[in-house]
């Protein structure tokens, strides 16, 4: 073995054991009996996604790559995303807690005796250990939905983390990104998935955007205002949500007094930060609170552009800051804080424009329907995002608070329904120029 296959090995094994660490901490923070129990129809049970993140391992490392013995051929269907719905996910005859466990950790050993022998070059499943880096990110995707169960979760708090750091400077305005050319996505970042590939250029005019993503107390004087009374803000499908589901508030918030509000976050109830990221809205309120302010959603090639594009070398760079992997004071990610941080609390992770923390806090809705690039080809299963490619989804960029670094890129693209919110997500505001 040479010494840059020895280092791809070691951290791949680091990355594959913290995301482990980080299962543990949000399936043994409850007893068993919230294990098995379903928090909301829009979620699974959380022993659900403690074996399906040990299936997909499973199948992809244990089977494909290394050749295997299946471990549990027997619970496949069982752990399919596609086969069963979440709300009827309860009913199926699962595995128990402790069993789910032992699952997980003898796939997981057989894992490690595969990245032991396995070679990490030639086709493209192993190329730069990308099956390994699909299944760490699996596994930190599935932490961050892990995450908003346990935010949908009633009863005594069982997760606690320090406040983010402290804002020295407040940050208000916009910034100005030149129009022109750019290359949105990646071809040679050895981790992207297919939807973020390949790397094309395209032509973005000129235009404006929020140097800070809508705050709490931003988005309060919407409310105020009577911004959900007034049919004028919403489009029509928003409108009809809006009075179907009887929105009024971001989700988790509550009336605090006469003028004032509250939000629970985690089983703990305290008055909203006014500077802080609003988070839990859904697209449609989104974008009725940019009608109000008079301004839009970015689309995705303007926020991409936004966060990767540097003017001085006309280059687009992995991060707003640069090529450097994120640390901890660049952006808030990876459950550290359980909750955003206010504007200008990460002024080291500013994009060279000025428009700070893209990266982290909060999912950042844009007006991009979720669409492959010019050029995609599905890899290594259509399942991943073509099937999901279409005007149903809006796509949303820049991770949140809940999102681990080695699911968040200035290239990494998620989605969902307009009408989620039990997701981390805001939204930052444009204009054209």
């Not at 250990?129 to 708090?157: C, K, N, Y």
């Not at 329907?369 to 080809?377: K, L, N, Q, S, T």
């Amino acid at each position: 073995m040479t010494y840059e296959s020895d280092h791809l090995r070691d951290r791949v094994a680091g990355e594959l054991s913290r995301a482990r660490e980080r299962t543990a901490i949000l399936t043994e923070a409850v007893d068993d009996g919230d294990l098995i129990r379903q928090h909301s129809p829009l979620m699974s049970p959380l022993v659900w996604d403690l074996a399906h993140v040990g299936n997909q391992e499973e199948l992809w490392l244990v089977r494909d790559v290394g050749g295997r013995e299946p471990v549990r051929r027997d619970i496949d269907e069982l752990y399919d995303a596609f086969k069963h719905p979440r709300r009827d996910r309860p009913t199926l005859p699962l595995l128990g807690p402790d069993e789910a466990r032992r699952y997980v950790a003898t796939v997981r050993d057989k894992v490690f005796d595969v990245l032991d022998h396995a070679r990490l070059d030639g086709s493209p499943l192993v190329e730069q250990g990308f099956a390994f880096g699909m299944i760490v990110q699996h596994e930190q995707q599935h932490d961050e939905t892990m995450l908003s169960t346990h935010q949908l979760r009633s009863g005594a708090p069982v997760l606690a983390a320090p406040p983010p750091p402290l804002v020295k400077q407040a940050v208000t305005g916009e910034a100005f990104i030149p129009g022109g050319p750019f290359t949105m996505g990646t071809s040679t970042e050895p981790w992207a998935l297919d939807n973020e590939r390949p790397a094309h250029v395209v032509d973005v005019p000129s235009f404006f955007i929020d140097r800070a993503a809508v705050t709490n107390g931003q988005y309060a004087a919407f409310i105020d205002e009577g911004g959900y009374e007034d049919p004028r803000w919403w489009s029509p499908e928003g409108w009809q949500h809006r009075v179907s589901a009887g929105l009024t508030a971001p989700l988790h918030w509550q009336r605090d007094g006469v003028n004032g509000w509250a939000a629970t976050a985690f089983g703990r109830t305290s008055r909203i930060s006014a500077d802080e990221p609003v988070v839990h809205v859904c697209y449609h309120e989104a974008s009725a609170y940019a009608a109000w302010a008079g301004k839009r959603l970015p689309t995705e090639a303007e926020w991409e552009k936004a966060a990767r594009f540097d003017p001085a070398t006309a280059r687009s760079r992995r991060y707003p800051w640069g090529d450097d992997d994120p640390t901890d004071d660049l952006a808030n990610l990876g459950q550290r804080h359980l909750r955003p941080a206010a504007a200008g609390a990460y002024p080291a992770g500013a994009s060279p424009t000025g428009v700070h923390q893209l990266i982290g806090d909060v999912w950042e809705w844009t007006s991009t329907d979720f669409h492959g690039y010019p050029g995609f080809a599905a890899f290594p299963y259509r399942e991943y995002s073509e099937v999901f490619f279409g005007d149903e989804y809006k796509v949303l960029r820049g991770g949140s608070f809940g999102t681990d670094r080695s699911a968040c890129r200035g290239t990494f693209r998620n989605w969902d329904y307009p009408v989620r919110r039990q997701i981390f997500s805001g939204f930052r505001l444009a204009r054209d120029a």
